[in-house]
Nanobody, 126 residues
Framework: QVQLVESGGGLVQPGDSLRLSCVAS????????MGWFRQAPGKEREFVAA????????AYADSLNGRFTISRDNAKNTVYLQMNSLKTEDTAVYFC???????????????????WGQGTQVTVSS
C-alpha cells in the first residue's frame, strides 16, 4: 500500500506563489510517474501536471500558460508543484497521484493513476 501526503496549500493573494509537496511511502517511488490534479467546488477533477519517473518528460494543462512547474526528488520520495502568478481560478483542492503503470510517462486522466493523496486546499483570494 502506498500513501501519498500533500502539504503546502494555503490562502494567498492573486499574483502570489506557492509550492506544494507530496511525499510518498514505500520503496518504489522512482519506478512510477507522478501527477497533480485539482478539483474546485462543483467541478470535476482536472489534470494539472505530470512527470515521468526520472523527470525526463513533463506535461501540463494548457490552461496554465507556463505558470506551474512540476518536479521530483526521488531520493526524498517527493514530488513538487511550484505555482506562480496564482489566480483566483486556481482555487481548488490539489491532489497528487501515482501513475498506475511502472515506467509510464504520466497521463492526463485520473484513471491512469492508482494511488491518491488526501488533497491540500489552495485558496487564491484578495
Amino acid at each position: 500500500q502506498v500513501q501519498l501526503v500533500e502539504s503546502g496549500g494555503g490562502l494567498v493573494q492573486p499574483g502570489d506563489s506557492l509550492r506544494l509537496s507530496c511525499v510518498a511511502s514505500g520503496r518504489t517511488f522512482s519506478t512510477y510517474a507522478m501527477g497533480w490534479f485539482r478539483q474546485a467546488p462543483g467541478k470535476e477533477r482536472e489534470f494539472v501536471a505530470a512527470i515521468s519517473r526520472r523527470s525526463v518528460n513533463t506535461a501540463y494543462a494548457d490552461s496554465l500558460n507556463g505558470r506551474f512547474t512540476i518536479s521530483r526528488d526521488n531520493a526524498k520520495n517527493t514530488v513538487y508543484l511550484q505555482m506562480n502568478s496564482l489566480k483566483t481560478e486556481d482555487t481548488a483542492v490539489y491532489f497528487c497521484a501515482r501513475g498506475s503503470q511502472p515506467q509510464s510517462q504520466g497521463g492526463r486522466y485520473p484513471h491512469e493513476y492508482d494511488y491518491w493523496g488526501q488533497g491540500t486546499q489552495v485558496t487564491v483570494s484578495s
